[in-house]
């Protein structure tokens, strides 16, 4: 018998990225040179299947066509999926160089694979065949999806024309790891030492404690500030040192940007203005080789939203609701700076945007006498994760339990998810400090998917939820518990929307369990709708514990915060549409091929004008820095966030009717019908059909406004 490449290599036998099968990988394991031997290994594995698939002989069924092929590339996928998530969780410069070489080998082949027509007329013939109509309703949305998929990835495209389309998609890869490279390394690459404690009054214990550990780690004397958010926010929200504040934003908005040696930190060579307007141009021409008209059309041909023009009335009706209060808000900042905090209205001491969060906080302590920092006082983070379990288990009728998985990094945590009779459903993964080599934000990544396997058994899913929470601190020698924000709590609510979305999925089809296939401008359905509870007095109350006393919060306290809920949400609201419409314009009405340099920093510059109310600094180059859509799958689809919010908070209004009844919003019942009708089906039918299936009609937006205090 003919031996396989992995019995003739020894090597290949006991890499860490192969061996893991259904299982989970042994990440401390995992060396940059394991990767380039795995993933040529699993894409000729993947390469062989496809070529089974194309043959004649293979009969267009779900059994010979679908099922081997998903096998293949679940292996591909998933290996590569961990070498990315390590490259976001623990970068170092080996691991980016090899990953930076594998990508366009990966690329290429997902490109040829929805290019394949041989492919893509079995998949046709199996939606045609008398085989079809005894699929389960998912297995009939993956074809249905893989067909689409087909015809957005070039399957119908003249053959001449497959190869630059393949090109460009290898190109856009590579491009967006750069830019997110190129963020991270900004990032990283800023320190500012303080060396006199004077200059840092104002600051609360914590943040001097960290900075003051900062330093130490780096062997300087002193406190050191970066740009990971838990450094550089405390020092916007609370310095009394106004030139320590204008220094720290001006290298944060200049990362990445031909103006980041200028202020501090950075080499040109992280300069992503050019990458940005590349992108543009390619991801045009992609949108036009398909037959659309510019890429935003591309981006919504698998979305919720049906056409541009539905797009465009949203953000733009969004904007007229938010304006107003918007502008409310920003006089008021401007007046209370000006009495209160001896600013002038003249040009040269007026507001700026380093002063924003400064003047914000002690405008918020002010009008509700609390600041932020009193609250963060009672969120230690394992309290939170106390409070946000309860949450889940008394909703969903679910368990969670700390389990021993292999993991990446000590600080990070797993568990396992059952049901009430003890059978393990999932697992998942909290990975939640901020530290150098990991990539800023907070996201969650599927790190495996359900599905049924060849012989029966059910895959059960695992997922990733990261975050960037400060770390413990030591202070006198002791460690002291980390505490969080009450926006991150909300942050993390937020999160774990994501990951009940993937782990309690009871969709068999892998391409349409959990989160795969829902479309983009509804996935953050559950995970905001999560976020309300975090506004509930008896979710509040159980998960927090001063840190020092142990105390609950004091009722008084989260009146102050429910009063505050919707403090700024003006401006807020504003900041999040402008920065749909700067993705939006951008992919549906901006001509990258006719542009050069600053075109996209002079895009945000008109609709900062047409929309904004707080102007934009000169020095500013936030686009720069657009992660979101220029590296993390969000292009001309940041839109979703909001479209998503009208989604959640009609949802969650209806926990809030329950409650008039019940006593509670830990309902159950309610809990019951929205796991089923949202997070169990998955991506295994129409999102709009979901939500309907659970509200009983169509979405409206009168909670949003309520919620938000826009109405």
């Known amino acids: 018998m003919k031996k396989t490449l992995l019995e003739l290599d020894p090597e290949l036998h006991n890499n860490p990225l192969i061996n893991f099968g259904h299982g989970i990988p042994i990440y401390s394991d995992i060396k940059p040179e394991h990767i380039s031997p795995a993933i040529n290994y699993l894409l000729k594995q993947a390469e062989d299947a496809v070529q089974k698939a194309t043959d004649s002989n293979t009969s267009a069924t779900w059994a010979e066509l679908v099922e081997p092929l998903e096998n293949a590339t679940e292996c591909l996928g998933r290996s590569w999926g961990t070498i990315s998530h390590l490259n976001s969780v623990v970068d170092t410069p080996e691991l980016r160089h090899v990953y930076g070489e594998m990508i366009p080998k990966v690329t290429a082949f997902f490109s040829s694979l929805s290019q394949n027509i041989a492919l893509y007329e079995k998949f046709n013939s199996l939606q045609k065949n008398q085989e079809y109509s005894s699929l389960s309703n998912a297995q009939q949305k993956v074809i249905e999806n893989s067909l689409r998929d087909f015809r957005l990835g070039g399957a119908e495209l003249e053959k001449d024309k497959k190869p630059r389309f393949s090109k460009i998609k290898d190109e856009q890869a ?69 030139n320590l504040r204008r220094l720290m934003y001006e290298a944060y908005i200049t990362r990445a940007s031909e103006l980041a040696p200028r202020y501090g930190h950075g080499q040109l060579s992280w300069d992503n203005t050019d990458n940005m307007l590349e992108q543009l141009r390619l991801r045009d021409e992609e949108a036009k080789m398909l037959g659309f008209p510019n890429y935003a059309a591309l981006s919504i041909a698998s979305k919720m939203a049906s056409t541009i023009e539905e797009v465009d009335q949203f953000l733009g009706d969004f904007a007229e609701r938010a304006k107003p209060f918007a502008k409310h808000d920003w006089i008021a900042l401007q007046e209370f700076a000006i009495q209160n905090l001896n600013f002038e209205s003249c040009q040269n ?160 089809a892998l391409g349409v369990s959990g989160i795969n296939g829902v479309e983009w401008d509804a996935v953050e359905l559950p995970s905001q709708f999560m976020e309300n509870f975090c506004w509930e007095w008896e979710v509040i109350e159980s998960m927090t514990s001063h840190v020092e006393t142990g105390k609950s919060i004091p009722h008084e306290l989260f009146n102050k915060m429910l009063k505050a809920k919707n403090f700024q949400n003006g401006l807020g609201t504003l900041r999040q549409i402008v920065l749909s419409l ?54 001309a689809g940041y839109y979703s966030y ?46 709009a059909e979901s939500f309907q299936a659970f509200r009983g009609r169509k979405p409206k937006i009168d909670a949003l406004l309520k919620h938000g205090g826009l109405l």
């Open 174 to 242: 590579l491009l967006g790891k750069d830019f997110s490279d190129h963020v991270l390394d900004a990032t990283d690459g800023f320190i500012h030492l303080v060396e006199n404690e004077s200059e840092l009054t104002g600051l609360p214990d914590d943040a001097i404690a960290a900075a003051a550990n900062n330093a130490k780690q780096k062997n300087l004397n002193g406190w050191a500030f970066s740009l990971h958010f838990p450094s550089y926010f405390p020092v916007m929200q609370y310095a009394d040192n106004r």
């Open 349 to 508: 001491d007026s507001l700026q945007p380093w002063d924003i969060p400064y003047v914000s906080e002690k405008l918020k302590q002010e009008r509700f006498a609390f600041s932020e920092n009193e609250v963060k006082q009672y969120f230690p983070l394992a309290k939170v994760l106390e409070g946000l379990f309860r949450v889940v288990q008394s909703v969903f009728s679910i368990k969670i339990r700390p389990t021993v998985l292999p993991t990446w990094h000590p600080d990070v945590q797993s568990f396992s998810v059952s049901n009430l009779q003890n059978e393990v459903l999932a697992y998942f993964y909290l990975d939640p400090y901020a530290r150098s080599g990991k990539r800023g934000g907070a996201w969650m990544d599927d790190a495996r998917g359900r599905r049924q396997l060849p012989n029966g058994d059910i895959q059960i899913p695992i997922a990733y939820l990261v975050c960037n929470f400060p770390p413990p601190l030591t202070i006198d020698g002791q460690i002291r518990p980390p505490t969080i924000s009450h926006d991150d709590v909300i942050t993390l609510f937020h999160e774990s929307g994501h990951g009940l979305h993937h782990l309690l999925t009871k969709v068999n």
């Open 582 to 635: 700067t993705d939006w314009r951008l992919h549906s009405r901006f001509n990258a091929n006719t542009a050069h340099n600053q075109a996209v920093l002079n895009l945000t510059r008109e609709i900062g004008s047409e929309f904004n109310v707080i102007p934009q600094p000169e020095i500013s180059r936030w686009p720069n820095s657009f992660s979101h859509i220029f590296s993390g799958g969000y292009a």
């Open 642 to 687: 909001k479209w998503a919010e009208v989604l959640s908070a009609d949802a969650y209004s209806a926990f809030e009717e329950a409650s008039i009844q019940t006593g509670t919003v830990l309902d159950s019942h309610m809990g019951g019908r929205f796991r089923m009708e949202i997070l169990e089906v998955g991506g295994s039918r129409p999102a």
